[in-house]
């Protein structure tokens, strides 16, 4: 079946270093989402990537998606404490009536003051 | 936050006794998730709804029913919970386009079964 695997599992940075995870589908992917979830918190929406080769920039963070559809990754430049969190992909495939999807393991990002 | 509500928030109960989670949305949206999250497994689909009384299994269904009678209504029923059951469960709610839509996640509600 379809997989996504979400790399580094964990990452500790010093506060104002860079941070990125990535996101890789077995299969096509027809969009890929990106949601952050705070410590205690719930999953929240970040951004959804739909084209190929798609790029994205909310303030630090830049949002990519792959050529091929089947791998994306999230940076993040200059972390600050408030990036704290577990950040997961969340791929989509439309085929099938109802299509599918399914959510990377996540990264748990730690920064260090 | 779309407006989406998980009750209880937290429960404890003993193993054999059902339980049901319920979650409320005033978004109208066509689908809705429950999912759990465990340590080491992210997030993990355990139903579906696609409209009224329309449901279908995720990933980890077993042991688990789910009912949704109103647009804004999914409950998620334990019928014999097990201590593996144990988690922090997660709703969601999705737009009228596809399950790939974007996600709007509740609270959640942490159950510990003894």
């Known amino acids: 079946g379809q997989q996504v695997m979400q790399i580094p599992q964990y990452q500790h940075v010093q506060e104002g270093e860079d941070f990125t995870t990535y996101c890789n589908s077995s299969t096509t992917l027809s969009n890929i989402q990106w949601y952050k979830q705070r410590p205690g918190g719930h999953p929240v929406f970040l951004i959804q990537l739909v084209k190929s080769g798609e790029v994205k920039k909310q303030k630090r963070l830049t949002f990519q998606f792959g050529e091929a559809k089947k791998n994306s990754s999230l940076h993040i430049t200059a972390t600050q404490t408030t990036d704290v969190g577990t950040y997961f992909c969340?791929?989509?495939?439309?085929?099938?009536?109802?299509?599918?999807?399914?959510f990377g393991k996540g990264t748990k990002l730690s920064v260090k003051p | 936050d779309a407006g989406i509500t998980q009750s209880p928030r937290h429960k404890v109960t003993e193993t054999g006794t059902p339980v049901t989670l319920r979650c409320h949305q005033t978004e109208n949206h066509r689908y809705m998730y429950w999912y759990r999250q465990d340590p080491g497994h992210g997030l993990r689909l355990i139903h579906y709804s696609y409209g009224v009384k329309d449901t279908d299994k995720g990933e980890v269904s077993d042991g688990y029913s789910v009912s949704r009678s109103k647009t804004e209504d999914f409950l998620l029923t334990l019928e014999s919970a097990t201590s593996s059951q144990t988690s922090v469960y997660f709703c969601a709610t999705g737009g009228d386009g596809r399950r790939t839509d974007t996600q709007y996640f509740g609270p959640g509600t942490r159950l510990t079964v003894l």
């Open positions: 969340h791929g989509g495939n439309y085929g099938g009536s109802q299509g599918n999807l399914i």
